[in-house]
């Protein structure tokens, strides 16, 4: 196979059987490319078929169509297939998890608004809670900035769901009697939704049920998907874009597993950022907050630009801040993307300082 031959090429007599998700090609077979030195990395991001993630020094992931193995085959480059395995099962399911939610919003009724923003695909309630002091309380609720935190969109890193779920229950059960929480709840309206993939989750794959990769099918200004635009996109990605739209956030955060780092925008050019030293700071409040992610051996100070790790087109990180000047952080929690069941109570003891320090970081935004 001739170097730099597309992928599609490749593919034309061995594969394409996949067909085509509703916002592009499927992506049914996962490998682990064998790469310390990267040589392959420029090559495989510039196929727009391929899906690249979490470059580390023993190499990376890749997700493809069927044909996948025969291509890197034919361009000599060493891989692994990663089998599908059933993953660690005393997680609570999709449904299980946002019932616990609906609990908690019937027990502080007065401090948890929930707003079901769309469904996924096989018809999962995508559902948005809203934790704030009642009006009349501190701030009046119409001068409170707003704040986001997104987990699960790859069904399959699962630890920022439970997060989500545990940060809501301490924000609500501590309101009153924490005098960090009761401040910042008077001050700030803070939506968390835990999952915005419960049927990757379910069925414990990365991608939506579609087969699309929900954090590669937001619009991208770098690339010809430049329109901000919901038309042709999967209804969890609608969804949040809907919801974007409908409110003035200007600081967020999604979750994600596999590694153990801040992201910071951009993620789909060199070019830095413009608020590139308040975006630096920022993560470093997060970070110098979770030692076991500021000690990093593999990122200085637990931190990182995106696109100095690898590209990503078509995040919801950099979307949301080049259409909305929301200001986004990727925070990848674990190196185990589902880990035991019995990890999460830690993981949360662990991210909780700088989980609650990020909404607190709100006003150094505000207004830029």
Not at 120 to 140: C, H, K, N, Q, Y
Not at 209 to 221: C, E
Not at 232 to 257: D, K, T, W
Request: proline residues 6%; contains cysteine.
């Amino acid at each position: 196979m001739k170097s730099g031959m597309s992928f599609t090429i490749m593919m034309i007599g061995l594969v394409l059987s996949g067909g085509m998700a509703q916002a592009g090609l499927r992506y049914p077979t996962e490998v682990k490319v064998i790469d310390p030195s990267h040589a392959h990395l420029t090559e495989l991001l510039s196929q727009k078929e391929l899906i690249i993630d979490h470059v580390n020094s023993l190499g990376y992931e890749v997700y493809g169509p069927e044909g996948l193995p025969e291509y890197l085959d034919c361009q000599l480059i060493p891989f692994v297939v990663t089998p599908h395995v059933k993953m660690a099962t005393d997680y609570p399911s999709a449904e299980q998890s946002l019932q616990t939610v609906k609990d908690l919003a019937a027990k502080y009724p007065k401090l948890i608004t929930l707003t079901e923003i769309g469904q996924s695909v096989e018809g999962r309630p995508l559902m948005f809670a809203r934790v704030t002091a009642p009006d009349g309380v501190g701030t009046p609720l119409s001068n409170r900035p707003e704040f986001k935190y997104i987990a699960n969109m790859h069904g399959d890193e699962i630890v920022g769901r439970e997060l989500m779920v545990k940060l809501i229950e301490d924000l609500a059960s501590h309101y009153g009697s924490d005098a960090r929480i009761t401040s910042l709840l008077n001050s700030t309206q803070v939506y968390i939704l835990p999952s915005m993939n419960p049927d990757g989750a379910t069925h414990q794959v990365r991608f939506n049920a579609h087969d699309v990769d929900l954090n590669r099918s937001f619009p991208d200004f770098t690339t010809s998907d430049n329109q901000n635009t919901t038309d042709g996109r999967e209804p969890e990605i609608q969804a949040v874009m809907r919801f974007e739209a409908a409110h003035h956030f200007v600081l967020s955060a999604n979750f994600h597993g596999g590694a153990e780092v801040v992201n910071y925008p951009w993620d789909a050019q060199s070019t830095l950022h413009p608020l590139n030293d308040l975006l630096v700071k920022i993560s470093l409040d997060y970070a110098k907050r979770v030692p076991y992610i500021y000690s990093s051996t593999a990122f200085n100070q637990g931190i990182t630009n995106g696109f100095a790790w690898y590209q990503v087109q078509g995040g919801m990180q950099d979307w949301s801040d080049h259409w909305h000047n929301d200001l986004q952080l990727t925070i990848e929690l674990t190196q185990v993307k589902w880990p035991s069941f019995s990890t999460v109570a830690d993981s949360y003891q662990a991210n909780r300082d700088g989980l609650i320090a990020l909404i607190e970081d709100l006003p150094k935004v505000k207004g830029l």
